[in-house]
């Protein structure tokens, strides 16, 4: 959603230039930990089977979302569109 789609909705609130700040600080001191954890994460795969699927999927859908079962933020952003 745009930002004046979003504040014309009684329940969104935006954050603040503070938090946003902060935000972007936190991100700059993790980076380097997900670089790190990532490969970790991911382990031992077949980097052209998984670009071939990903681009079956995005050719085949209008819509393409991936998320991290673990973030609170993609299960959020999942009730959201469950919720349409």
Not at 16 to 30: E, F, I, N, W
Not at 34 to 43: F, V, W
Not at 52 to 61: L, M, N, P
Request: aromatic letters at 8%; hydrophobic letters at 40%.
């Amino acid at each position: 959603a745009t930002a004046s789609a979003a504040s014309a909705e009684p329940d969104v609130v935006m954050p603040s230039g503070t938090l946003r700040a902060l935000s972007g600080l936190a991100t700059a001191v993790l980076k380097p930990i997900y670089q790190i954890e990532a490969p970790l994460q991911a382990g031992s795969y077949d980097q052209t089977a998984v670009r071939q699927r990903i681009q079956r999927e995005v050719t085949g859908s209008p819509v393409v979302i991936y998320s991290y079962s673990l973030s609170p933020f993609c299960s959020q952003a999942k009730e959201f569109l469950y919720s349409l």
